[in-house]
């Protein structure tokens, strides 16, 4: 299967990429195609709401999201992995996913997964809203980890053990 994980950590050795890395290895070791995108890390510039795309077909913004629609057309499988940030995705992969908005190609039956790394528990907002964007897009979600009470990798425990079972079980 072809994987694109979109990660949205600014933390290189953070909590989200420690999940991301482990997810990856057991995808590969599964014999997925797997390509990693770090929003934080990236020129993505916030969608400028000026319908261009409607009528050129693409996006009036050449940043990374250049590069990185046609990767997200050919995925099977998109992961949104992220720190929780006042209850929902860090703002550098909602910059990502509403640039979505000028790519009407992206609604063709993708996969899902979510990974969500947080200091505290309150995950309902993020899960409802990644549920309804997969109900726009029509995507099927594919499994989910909620890594509650993790502000840190150190507090992770065995849930980078899970993301690579996540992984390698695709
Ligand atoms: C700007 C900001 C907002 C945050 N908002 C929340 C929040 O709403 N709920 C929560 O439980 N943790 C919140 N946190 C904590 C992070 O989600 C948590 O430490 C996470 O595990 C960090 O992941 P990372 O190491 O991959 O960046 C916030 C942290 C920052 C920096």
Redesign the pocket.
């Known amino acids: 299967m072809n994987i694109i994980v979109l990660s949205g950590?600014?933390?290189q050795n953070?909590?989200?990429?420690a999940l991301v890395r482990e997810f990856i290895r057991g995808a590969q070791d599964a014999g997925h195609t797997v390509e990693r995108f770090n929003a934080a890390f990236a020129n993505v510039g916030g969608c400028k709401a000026c319908n261009y795309c409607k009528t050129a077909g693409s996006c009036i913004q050449q940043d990374d999201m250049t590069m990185l629609y046609p990767k997200l057309e050919a995925a099977e499988l998109v992961v949104f992995a992220t720190?929780?940030?006042?209850?929902t995705f860090s703002a550098q992969l909602k910059a990502v996913i509403d640039r979505f908005y000028a790519d009407p190609a992206l609604k063709n039956g993708k996969k899902a997964m979510l990974f969500v790394?947080?200091?505290?528990?309150?995950t309902k907002a993020i899960e409802a809203t990644y549920e309804t964007m997969c109900g726009f897009l029509k995507w099927s979600d594919a499994g989910r980890l909620i890594a509650g009470n993790?502000?840190?990798?150190a507090a992770l425990g065995s849930h980078p053990q899970q993301a690579y079972e996540m992984g390698a079980a695709l």
């Open positions: 950590s600014p933390h953070g909590a989200s990429s720190p929780l940030y006042y209850f790394t947080a200091a505290g528990s309150a993790c502000p840190d990798a």
